[in-house]
C-alpha cells in the first residue's frame, strides 16, 4: 500500500494548494507527495513540501488521514506552519522539477483565498468538504479519518 503525506498550510487568509495539469487533467491538491519506503509521514512532510515549494515546516499537526484511490491508499493530511520565506516555487532539483521540463506533467503551487477554496476543482472532494468545514469550526485535535 502506497502512502503520501501533505500539507494545509495558511498565511494571511490564503491556503497553499497544488496547481496539476497532469497530461491535460486539471485539479488542484495540497502540497505534498508520497512516502518513501523508509520515511515516516512526518519526514516525507519536511521533504516534499521543501521540494514542492522551497518552504521549511516549523511545525505541523496530523488533522486528517484520508484513504484515496490509486496510486495512494492512505494520505496524511497535516496542518503546517512555517518558517519566514521568499516566494514559493518547484525546486529544480526536485521530481516536480524535472516534470514541469518535460511538460508533461505541470505542478505549480499557488496560494488561494480561504473562502475560494469550495471553487476549485480539487481531487479529492471529501477532504476538500472537510478542510472547509475545519476552516469555520477549527481543525481537529486528534485525526479524523476521512
Not at 67 to 88: D, G, M, R, S, T
Not at 95 to 115: A, F, K, L, Q, S
Amino acid at each position: 500500500m502506497r502512502k503520501a503525506a501533505r500539507a494545509i498550510i495558511i498565511e494571511s487568509g490564503k491556503m497553499l494548494v497544488m496547481y496539476r495539469n497532469k497530461h491535460g487533467s486539471e485539479y488542484f491538491t495540497l502540497v505534498g507527495g508520497r512516502l518513501n519506503d523508509d520515511e515516516t509521514p512526518e519526514q516525507a512532510l519536511v521533504r516534499e513540501i521543501r521540494e514542492e515549494t522551497g518552504l521549511q515546516i516549523t511545525n505541523y499537526q496530523l488533522v486528517f488521514i484520508e484513504e484515496h484511490a490509486e496510486p495512494y491508499n492512505e494520505q496524511y493530511i497535516f496542518l503546517c506552519e512555517v518558517a519566514p520565506h521568499e516566494p514559493i516555487a518547484v525546486q529544480n532539483s526536485s521530481e516536480e522539477g524535472t516534470m514541469n521540463r518535460m511538460g508533461m506533467n505541470i505542478h505549480t503551487p499557488r496560494w488561494v483565498d480561504v473562502d475560494a477554496l469550495h471553487t476549485l476543482a480539487f481531487r479529492t472532494p471529501q477532504l476538500q468538504t472537510a478542510m472547509i468545514s475545519a476552516l469555520k469550526k477549527g481543525f481537529p485535535s486528534q485525526p479524523v479519518k476521512l
